[in-house]
């Protein structure tokens, strides 16, 4: 008795195990995905570099400053650092400099700390549309892997139906009221609907597998996942398109990201532009040598190390002005570059700008379209079911026979799948508006 316990135990425990499944949401599975997504983490390390490049402009004007020092040997005619005469000899020397320079007026440092400002705001603006776009293809696949789990449900459903009827059938033809021509029907039609479900499960399964790759969620498997089921977005005004548009222009990362892009270009055609002017800059250096004959006795009577750096100390400050005249016509062709690309980011910027408005509009049309197929199709559905109440009372009383009995069936089975698609591909219009106009998904 306690030997049947375990075992009974034990198979609830295994059939809990296989059946346990992980209910996600959309928004739980955006999350994961942004999360998990390597393309994320590299967009996140481009917005730090855009932020280690920017730098306050008065950085710029810190002096460079360097210290240099040389040791040498020459040998044979050489200069007498002492004399100043040339000799033959072997002299070690020791040359030591400090060198510092900063610039006064450049016009590009502060055009520079700019842009690379703006930049830095551009990387930012770039993770937000790659997420938004990240987030559009995770909902395609969302609404694929739902469509396909409500329609296994109802072929599900229908199968229990198809069960029952082969079942009394075959009873009916065992005992002679029925001739073996439906018995043949209805197998053939039980036949069609176990490879349906079968077609449908794997394609469940495939899709499936592509979200949880789509999100790089490897926690889970594609059996174990069901998705929780969307509805229409409720509190979405109506609104004409240009307005949509109006509030979509205002958080569209793609639009915001394109415009920085224009600002970012019109500064790289002022950097181009500052080369055509003077720059002016301070220099200082301060050197000194030490230097040693090596053969001539007692080292030739030269002062000591710290007395000739001392005596040999030099200083050397001064300003320079640099104008440029003529560069072969160079600074002229990275302008005009310069001001190609600010019109191309320009043209890039009205294309989003184009494609937010085309994409309101589709998805407009789309979720005004299958709401009013959706009361259609609820109607059809309707009396499409009541036509198979009907005829399975007459399929019951041999009124009917198996032929006639599927095609009703097979009416239902289609009104709906109708019905589905539409109340799906409604909520799927509704939730990409709500989305395209305020870059996040309906709570």
Do not use: W
Not at 11 to 40: H, M, R
Not at 58 to 66: N, T, W
Not at 268 to 280: G, I
Not at 309 to 332: A, C, E, M, W
Request: glycine residues 4%; charged residues 20%; contains cysteine.
């Amino acid at each position: 008795m306690k030997r049947l316990y375990y075992i009974t135990l034990f198979l609830i425990i295994v059939v809990d195990a296989v059946y346990a499944q992980q209910v996600l949401t959309l928004q739980q599975c955006l999350e994961s995905g942004l999360k998990n997504a390597p393309e994320f983490q590299l967009r996140q390390l481009d917005i730090l570099s855009a932020e280690i490049t920017h730098r306050s402009p008065a950085l710029e004007y810190l002096p460079q400053v360097s210290l240099n020092g040389t040791h040498t040997y020459n040998i044979g005619s050489v200069i007498d650092p002492a004399t100043n005469n040339r000799v033959s000899s072997s002299i070690q020397s020791d040359n030591f400099s400090l060198n510092a320079s900063m610039p006064l007026l450049d016009f590009n440092i502060f055009t520079a700390a700019r842009r690379n400002k703006i930049a830095a705001l551009k990387a930012k603006a770039d993770k937000q549309a790659t997420e938004a776009e990240y987030a559009l293809t995770l909902l395609d696949n969302y609404i694929n892997v739902l469509y396909s789990q409500e329609l296994l449900k109802i072929q599900l459903g229908q199968f229990e139906n198809a069960k029952f009827n082969l079942n009394r059938i075959t009873k009916e033809v065992e005992l002679g009221s029925r001739p073996k021509s439906d018995l043949y029907d209805m197998q053939m039609s039980y036949s069609q609907e176990e490879s349906t479900i079968l077609q449908t499960q794997q394609l469940l399964y495939n899709q499936k597998l592509t979200l949880l790759q789509l999100m790089n969620d490897t926690a889970y498997k594609p059996e174990e996942v069901v998705l929780a089921g969307i509805s229409a977005v409720a509190g979405l005004e109506e609104a004409s398109v240009n307005q949509m548009l109006e509030k979509a222009l205002g958080v569209a990362p793609a639009v915001q990201a394109a415009t920085l892009n224009v600002e970012v270009a019109k500064k790289n055609v002022t950097l181009e532009r500052n080369n055509y002017l003077p720059l002016l800059s301070a220099f200082y250096s301060y050197s000194s040598f030490y230097y040693l004959p090596l053969n001539q006795p007692g080292n030739g009577g030269v002062a000591p190390f710290f007395t000739q750096l001392n005596d040999n100390k030099n200083h050397y400050i001064g300003l320079q002005l640099s104008v440029p005249i003529f560069n072969g016509l160079k600074t002229r062709q990275k302008v005009q570059l310069a001001k190609t690309e600010q019109q191309k980011s320009v043209v890039m910027l009205e294309q989003q700008k184009i494609k937010l408005r085309q994409a309101l509009e589709q998805e407009d049309a789309k979720k005004k379209q299958n709401t009013q197929l959706a009361q259609k199709f609820e109607e059809a559905r309707t009396f499409a079911e009541k036509s198979f109440t009907t005829t399975q009372s007459k399929f019951s009383s041999g009124l009917v026979d198996a032929i006639v009995f599927t095609t009703s069936k097979n009416q239902l089975l289609t009104a709906e799948y109708n019905l589905l698609k539409a109340n799906v591909s409604a909520a799927y219009a509704g939730i990409k508006l709500h989305f395209l106009q305020f870059n996040a998904f309906p709570q």
